[in-house]
């Protein structure tokens, strides 16, 4: 059984829960899917912890931006939040996590962090006019991926590949206070989850141990949804 864990974003209680449940459920091996620490309140335990599972990891636009805030947007919140992640994690693991690669293929299935042609570009729960651009060369039944933080399967426009984002697990956008993962059996079929946690807890402390832009991260955590 494998784990799908993506959009972790330095929430560690949503992490250990999601661990708690997939390990419950006979989870051995994990894809960590990027965004493991940029705008939550415990980036380097976070990425402590994940060092600890049997774990393949790809880059999110989170380890991107981390080690290369101008290439993010030059937005108040995103900055500041870089600024303290990069001084809570430390320069080498920032460059660390900036060096993995941007998608794995294990057969059947390609693991990217937004689309295979982007890091932040991404597939939506309804299709968008650029979905058939956002495929980009992926072959594989399966297509699975992150950033959007919200939880959903279906076909793709083209038919023949199913897309899946495993949903957020550290901060769902979808109204859903739960986090989001997923689970693969041996034979390859999927299942999308969710797993109760303090989620106030993680909110508090996000207002507690983050500068400024932590009450933006707070709400976010506590509403599931992109407030600004
Ligand atoms: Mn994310």
């Given at each position: 059984m494998l784990a799908l864990l993506y959009d972790i974003h330095g929430n560690l209680p949503a992490l250990e829960a999601v661990i708690g449940d997939a390990e419950q459920s006979g989870a051995q091996r994990y894809l960590l899917g990027g965004d493991y620490a940029l705008f939550g309140p415990w980036p380097e335990e976070t990425v402590q912890r994940l060092r600890a599972l049997d774990a393949v990891w790809i880059r999110g636009n989170g380890e991107r931006w981390s080690a290369r805030p101008a290439d993010a947007p030059d937005d108040e919140?995103?900055?500041?939040?870089?600024?303290?992640?990069?001084?809570?994690?430390?320069?080498?693991?920032?460059?660390?996590?900036?060096?993995?690669?941007?998608?794995?293929?294990d057969g059947h299935a390609r693991y990217c962090h937004g689309s295979?042609?982007?890091?932040?570009?991404?597939?939506?729960?309804?299709?968008?006019?650029?979905?058939?651009?956002?495929?980009?060369?992926?072959?594989?039944?399966?297509?699975?991926?992150?950033?959007?933080?919200?939880?959903?399967?279906?076909?793709?426009?083209?038919?023949?590949?199913?897309?899946?984002?495993?949903?957020?697990?550290?901060?769902?956008?979808?109204?859903?206070?739960?986090?989001?993962y997923a689970l693969v059996a041996d034979g390859g079929?999927?299942?999308?989850?969710?797993?109760?946690?303090?989620?106030?807890?993680?909110?508090?402390?996000?207002?507690e141990r983050l500068p400024g832009f932590g009450e933006t991260i707070a709400r976010r955590i506590s509403q599931a949804a992109f407030v600004t």
């Amino acid at each position: 059984m494998l784990a799908l864990l993506y959009d972790i974003h330095g929430n560690l209680p949503a992490l250990e829960a999601v661990i708690g449940d997939a390990e419950q459920s006979g989870a051995q091996r994990y894809l960590l899917g990027g965004d493991y620490a940029l705008f939550g309140p415990w980036p380097e335990e976070t990425v402590q912890r994940l060092r600890a599972l049997d774990a393949v990891w790809i880059r999110g636009n989170g380890e991107r931006w981390s080690a290369r805030p101008a290439d993010a947007p030059d937005d108040e919140v995103v900055q500041a939040a870089i600024g303290a992640c990069r001084e809570m994690l430390g320069e080498e693991t920032v460059e660390e996590l900036a060096a993995l690669p941007e998608a794995y293929v294990d057969g059947h299935a390609r693991y990217c962090h937004g689309s295979p042609v982007s890091d932040v570009r991404s597939f939506f729960p309804e299709p968008a006019d650029d979905e058939p651009d956002l495929l980009g060369d992926a072959i594989e039944p399966r297509l699975v991926f992150g950033h959007t933080h919200l939880q959903f399967r279906r076909e793709s426009v083209l038919g023949g590949l199913e897309l899946v984002n495993p949903g957020s697990v550290g901060m769902p956008f979808d109204g859903d206070n739960r986090a989001g993962y997923a689970l693969v059996a041996d034979g390859g079929e999927l299942e999308l989850r969710r797993v109760a946690y303090d989620h106030e807890e993680s909110s508090e402390a996000a207002r507690e141990r983050l500068p400024g832009f932590g009450e933006t991260i707070a709400r976010r955590i506590s509403q599931a949804a992109f407030v600004t």
